[in-house]
Nanobody, 125 residues
Framework: QVRLAESGGGLVQAGGSLKLSCAAS????????MAWFRQAPGKERDTVAV???????DYTESAAGRFTISRDNGASTVSLQMNRLRPEDTAMYYC???????????????????WGQGTQVTVSS
């Protein structure tokens, strides 16, 4: 059983930056692809970014060029650096873990077995 705990959310003005972190425990971190998802009120949970077991990354169109996902296998953490934030980035952000092949970057939330409780990001205009 993998346990995930997010941190780093908060309130920021448009154009600002935030860094989210997710600490994993209870499993072998390197067995899992790691991802960040977000969900705004009344909307579906959307993929933001994925990092494979091998460290390759994949981003949705809205995140590409502004967000950077990274993992630290020694510390069992995954981070999401978010720059040039926009009001439409406002959402609850979730960290997730799913077993995968070494270079896999699965996009669908269905793939991920373990989820954190989420951290709120609010971007004011």
């Amino acid at each position: 059983q993998v346990r995930l705990a997010e941190s780093g959310g908060g309130l920021v003005q448009a154009g600002g930056s935030l860094k989210l972190s997710c600490a994993a425990s209870g499993g072998t971190f390197t067995d899992y692809a790691m991802a960040w998802f977000r969900q705004a009120p009344g909307k579906e949970r959307d993929t933001v970014a994925v990092v494979s077991r091998a460290g390759t990354t994949d981003y949705t169109e809205s995140a590409a060029g502004r967000f950077t996902i990274s993992r630290d296998n020694g510390a069992s953490t995954v981070s999401l650096q978010m720059n040039r934030l926009r009001p439409e980035d406002t959402a609850m952000y979730y960290c997730a873990a799913g077993r995968s092949i070494m270079t896999g970057t699965p996009q669908s939330p269905i793939f991920y077995s373990f989820w954190g409780q989420g951290t709120q990001v609010t971007v004011s205009s």
